[in-house]
Each structure stands twice: as C-alpha cells, then as structure tokens.
C-alpha cells in the first residue's frame, strides 16, 4: 500500500514527494551523534534501524562503540559543524538520534548553562542542515528549561518539523532504573504532539524491579553448611559447588548471610551511592535509582552513621555493585566486551548511557509510525466538545470520532500541520481506497471539526 505525502513546508512539488510503504520497506537509517559506547545505537538497531554512521570525540568509547556494535563510530569533535555537517548530509540519513553532553544541565553537576549546553544547539544545526524525515534526540530532564533547548527548539520548529517532547521513565521502558529523561522526536511536517500518545502507551503499567537483572544474574540457590562461621553457606546452582563434605544440613535460622553468599543482594538490599540525602539502599523488588559515575561506591562512614531513615537494610552490609552490575542496570547485554578502557572511564560510559530497551521502545514507536502501523490519538476530550459545542447527540459523537480515526489510518498515521498537505493525502489515498462519496464526505467532515477543536484547543478558547 502506497500513500504519497507533501512536504509542503519544505517547499517540494507532489511530484517530489516521499512515496512511503506502509507495513514494509527498507530499513531506515540513521546517523548517531555523540554515541558514546553505543546504548542508544543497539537500541535502535535492535527497533530495526540501520545504523550507518556514529561520531563520539572519545577515542575510548569509540573503540567500545566498534567492537560492540559494529564499526560505524568514528572519533570527531561534534563542535566542528562547518566540516561534518555536509559528511552527514551526503549520508542522507533519514533519522539522526543522539544525547548531547548533559553535566552543564544535570542536577549532578554544575547548574550553569556552559560550552557543553551548546551541543544541544549543535545536534539542532545538524537537523536542520540534514532534514532527516526524523530526529530523535535525548537529555537530562533538567535541559526542558534551558536557553539550549529554548534555541534549539525554535530551528528544529523553524526548519519544518513537528515535535513530541515528554519525560520518560526508563523503568516503565525495560529498564530496572528509575531514569528520567527528556525526549524529543521530531518529524518534519507533523503537527507538535504527533507521537505522544503511542509513546505514553508502550509503557509497562509497573515498573522493572531490579530483581529482573539480578534474578537472572544470580539465579537459584542452595545452602551448603560451611565449614568455619567466616566461611559462606549460600551457593548458586550456576557455579560450581564446594567441595562436598557434610553439607546436607538444612539452613539454621541463626545463619547470618555471608557478603560471598550468591543469594547476597537478594538478603540484605543494595547499596547504590546516593547524591545529597537520597535514599542509598533498595531490595530487587524495586527499580534502581539513576545510574550515575559513583553509583558502585561502598557506602562511606558518613552514611554509614547517618543512614537514610527509608533504607530497607542497613547500608554496611549491603551488597556493593560491581561494574558487570551497572552495566547490566543500563540495560548492556551481559556478553558486552568493556575490556582495554580504564575503569573509571567504562564506569562514565555506563553511566551516560541510553538503555538500550528503553532506545528500542522508543525506536518501535517511530517505525510502527513511518509505517502506518500507528496513529496518533483522538482525545476524549474531542467528543466532549462535539457533544457541547456543536450538540452534537452521541452516536453521531461515536461516529465522527470514528471518522477521525480512519482518517489517520487513511493518512498513514501522519498528523499534517499543513491542511493542503493533509487534503492532498486524504483525496489520494480516498482514490487508492476507492471509497464511496458519501464515505468520503463524511470522513472530510469530521478531520475538518477534528481540526477546528484543535485551533479552539490551540486559541485557549
Ligand atoms: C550523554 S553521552 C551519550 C551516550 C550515548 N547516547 C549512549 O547511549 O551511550 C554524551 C557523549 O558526548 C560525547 N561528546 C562530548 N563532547 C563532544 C564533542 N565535542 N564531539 C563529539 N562528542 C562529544 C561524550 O564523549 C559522550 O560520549
């Protein structure tokens, strides 16, 4: 199925315009910028994008990027636009993603907009010099309020494109971390709002507890009775057992857990070292709070005497997360190969990182989009203005908010900005449908009242 759609906004003649399969097509492809290690980028292409360029200034996270996603990560400093701007240009991406540096908005670092808020303006310059049918860009929620953002807003706006921006929390996106973070998504010619509802509602109704990494890590246990009371008793069935003497013994109630017991995390909570006076100890049944630099520092005396009034265990004999472990909470697969970086480095390459679940929900959304295999919503509150503006009774409110909807399944999902792009796409794809005039006409009417509770919306009237 074939809809043909008009980039009005950016000036090109029907005869120019997009011809987009809907269900199927090649994959899209997408160019990543400040790409880190690759969170974002195995994300996507697990969505099902091909990745085909990715550029990081750190040689480190490059190598990473390379041999864990495949050797498309260049090293180059994003600040020179002036030269990789028509690199990527000829690359004709139809989507760039990326997280611009963020410490200069982070509430763990200073709040001073600075040197590295102006990437946000630069992942801007690149859209816009690009005009990639898509962009995808990601932030620390704090970046919602900055001039950066401000600034960037109004190109990507002025370059054509429509933008859904919304807070999402990584542990309703496959992540066992409670990680807010701004996104954007952008695509040109759409109306502000165009994907909101689709994103909203890919979200798990619960959270990920932890218990969904750890449980696998650490799999079931059994008790063998040590031999010495500073020996452990508690085993994983995945390594192997201790060398077995008179070990069949139940687990006395007295048994106090062991730091080495496999079941360790499990008993006695985990430590993940707080900011300011946040909480620092959580059980697997709960998320994990933001993954950040310091996240597997053992709890400090400080802490230690103060502890936070909520921690489920005491923070002293908490189990103290290992890299393997932050890494696995940033939603990395186990088999990632770290290896030749320095361990503070690997530790703020995880930390910046964009879950990959959380990257491959988003990136679904936006292919089931291009595809048409999604719409944009009709709000209740659509009905509720037909019933008291236009008195409209309710089956005939039923049936224009029906109308709506196969208009967007007619439109392939796109929601226009332009109404004689959308009029355009409507009457071709009403041809390639060969619907009745009647069924024409009512669908006409009803996008026609949809749009007019949207200026009312709009208008604040
Ligand atoms: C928030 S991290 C991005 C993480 C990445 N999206 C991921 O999922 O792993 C920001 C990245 O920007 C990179 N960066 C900062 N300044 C840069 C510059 N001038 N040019 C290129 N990359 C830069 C940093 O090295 C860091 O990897």
Redesign the pocket.
């Known amino acids: 199925m074939l809809l043909e759609t008009v980039g009005l906004d950016l000036g090109s003649s029907p005869t120019e315009q997009a011809k987009l399969e809907i269900g199927k097509g090649p994959p899209l492809r997408v160019v990543?910028?400040?790409?880190?290690?690759?969170?974002?980028?195995l994300g996507l292409q697990r969505a099902g994008f091909e990745v085909v360029r990715a550029?990081?200034?750190?040689q480190s996270?490059v190598d990473i990027y390379n041999r864990n996603v495949g050797y498309h990560a260049v090293v180059?400093?994003?600040?020179n636009v002036a030269s990789i701007a028509p690199e990527i240009a000829k690359l004709k991406p139809d989507m760039i993603a990326?997280?611009?540096?963020?410490q200069d908005f982070s509430p763990a670092g200073a709040r001073i907009e600075g040197e590295?808020a102006n990437?946000t303006r630069t992942f801007a310059l690149y859209v816009c010099s690009t005009a990639p049918e898509w962009f995808m860009m990601?932030n620390v929620q704090r970046a919602r309020n900055s001039a950066a953002w401000a600034d960037a807003r109004d190109m990507l706006k002025n370059a054509g494109y429509g933008l859904t921006q919304l807070v999402v929390n990584a542990a309703l996106y496959g992540v066992p971390q409670k990680r807010k973070r701004l996104i954007v998504v952008g695509r040109l010619g759409e109306r502000d709002g165009f994907l909101l509802a689709s994103i909203q509602q890919a979200a798990t109704p619960e959270p990920m507890p932890l218990r969904a990494v750890f449980g696998n890590l650490f799999g079931d246990h059994v008790y063998s009775h040590p031999r010495a009371l500073d020996r452990r008793g508690v085993w994983s069935v995945d390594e192997p057992s201790p060398t077995i003497r008179n070990a069949r013994r139940p687990q006395p109630a007295t048994y106090a857990p062991h730091r080495n017991d496999s079941n360790y995390s499990e008993v006695s909570g985990l430590y993940f070292r707080p900011f300011h006076d946040a909480r620092g100890v959580y059980t697997l049944d709960e998320p994990a709070p933001s993954i950040v630099r310091t996240s597997r520092e053992r709890p400090r005396s400080s802490y230690i005497d103060n502890p936070h009034p909520d921690d489920p265990t005491p923070a002293a004999t908490a189990y103290i997360l290992t890299q393997n472990d932050t890494s696995r909470i940033q939603g990395f697969p186990a088999d990632w190969d770290w290896s030749g970086c320095l361990s503070r480095d690997v530790d703020q390459?995880i930390a910046?990182?964009?879950p990959a679940p959380m990257?491959a929900m988003l990136g679904k959304e936006i292919l089931r989009r291009e595809r048409g295999e999604s719409q944009p919503d009709v709000p209740g509150n659509f009905g509720q203005w037909l019933t008291k503006e236009k008195r409209m009774p309710s089956q005939m409110v039923a049936n224009a908010k029906w109308r709506v909807k196969r208009a967007r399944q007619l439109l392939g999902g796109r929601d226009l900005r332009c109404l004689g792009a959308e009029a355009y796409a409507l009457e071709t794809a009403f041809e390639r449908e060969g619907l009745a005039k009647a069924k024409r006409s009512e669908i006409r009417r009803a996008l026609r009242q949809f749009r007019e509770w949207q200026e009312h919306l709009q208008a604040g009237i």
Do not use: I, Q, T
């Open positions: 990543e910028l400040y790409a880190g290690a690759g969170g974002m980028s550029y990081d200034h750190m996270a180059a400093d994003l600040g990326g997280g611009p540096p963020c590295r990437h990601e390459m910046n990182a964009v990257a």
